[in-house]
């Protein structure tokens, strides 16, 4: 049986294999394993590719969120807004900072976060919102800015691990204000083990970031802060720097196969095929589409060799961790048990697309 993964992480690596074996070799010989000029040189292409003035690498996505909510000032009596529909890790990060999370519903359609009850659940104790930027593509942070006028003291901290190269109305994530991202293996710029990445506008921010990270230092032996070990490796840097080289036309092949599966499921009944925001571009880091019966049909993929995949199977009060918060989220609770996630790399072929789609519609028979 010919099995088609959900991502192809070799087939990744063979593109950039020769480059990135280079780049290992020029590491070890200079022994620049933490830091570097690999490091400097990555963290000043990221921000330049971000349209922001710093990127402030780190040792992987929960970390550098956990540093962007730090720098905003969250901290114990801090509320930090979050849809119920996200990974663990955005919440974990607000209560290793300190803060409180405070969950609101997602939207029925995109699954992004609902903007009119986060503005909604806004008190005087919050100090940030976080939109997560979901399956490739920006949640609609203008709209929240607008609601936020005159509320200085709440920040905005774009989650946007899913999100490399996406852009809504012309920008990326991070422009004008702080984003945390994760350069996790699958991502669309993927490392070879864990890396993350803090990206702003803001000199202060970035200047606390990269201090918090560094154990709360800014020379050695000198620690004005109580910060935490949370750096990015040369060894990933070169990689990341190989990807992001060839991040756009990776995120094209993305669209392009999405497409493809627009066209290949269209008519479905049984199919909610994904939507995407007007004004944004979408770089399609999961193609999820919402089915009846989500288990069995996830079964029957995984028998007829379809990597397909759940992300996530259960709002984040809906987990162990999270349950003391309670609550009720109609929209996202409908969803996670009909959302699945089907293969989507840039490598992927039409041919694997068809049967991909073939064994999604016999499954659903």
């Given amino acids: 049986m010919t099995r088609i993964p959900l991502v192809d992480l070799a087939a990744a690596h063979a593109e950039v294999a020769e480059e990135v074996e280079a780049g290992f070799k020029r590491i070890i010989a200079e022994t620049a394993f933490i830091g570097g000029a690999e490091v400097r040189a990555f963290e000043q292409e990221y921000a330049a590719y971000s349209g922001v003035t710093h990127c402030v690498g780190a040792a992987n996505g929960t970390d550098a969120l956990e540093l962007a909510f730090r ?26 900072a300190g803060g409180t999370v405070v969950l609101v519903d997602s939207d029925p359609r995109t699954y ?11 008190t005087p104790a919050t100090r940030a919102i976080v939109p997560v930027h979901l399956y490739g593509q920006l949640a609609p942070v203008e709209q929240l800015r607008a609601g936020l006028a005159g509320r200085d003291d709440v920040a905005i901290v774009e989650d946007a691990a899913q999100s490399q190269g996406a852009t809504r109305l012309g920008r990326r994530a991070g422009a004008g204000g702080i984003a945390a991202t994760s350069f996790y293996p699958g991502k669309n710029l993927g490392a070879y083990g864990d890396a993350g990445a803090v990206v702003t506008d803001s000199d202060q921010w970035a200047g606390t970031v990269r201090t918090l990270g ?48 627009d066209q290949l499921l269209a008519g479905l009944d049984d199919v909610v095929l994904p939507v995407t925001l007007d004004g944004n571009e979408h770089v399609w880091h999961i193609y999820c589409v919402r089915v009846p019966r989500r288990d069995e049909v996830l079964a029957r993929l995984h028998e007829a060799g379809v ?32 959302l699945l996630s089907l293969p989507i790399y840039p490598q992927i072929s039409a041919a694997q697309q068809e049967t991909v789609a073939a064994a999604l519609i016999s499954a659903l028979k």
């Fill in 71 to 96: 720098a905003v000032g969250v901290g114990p009596g801090s509320e930090v807004i979050l849809p119920a529909n996200t990974f663990i890790a955005t919440a974990e990060a607000v209560v290793r």
């Fill in 307 to 338: 990597g397909a995949a759940v992300h996530y199977p259960f709002p984040v009060h809906r987990t162990g961790a999270f349950e003391h918060l309670g609550g009720s989220f109609p929209n996202a609770e409908a969803a996670a048990p009909e």
């Fill in 112 to 122: 992004l976060i609902d903007v009119p009850a986060a503005l909604a659940a806004v």
């Fill in 214 to 261: 560094d154990h709360g230092s800014t020379r050695k032996y000198h620690h004005d802060l109580i910060g935490v070990n949370s750096r990015l490796d040369g060894l990933q840097a070169v990689v990341l720097r190989a990807k992001l080289a060839r991040l756009d036309s990776a995120n094209q092949r993305r669209r392009a196969a999405a497409a493809r599966y």
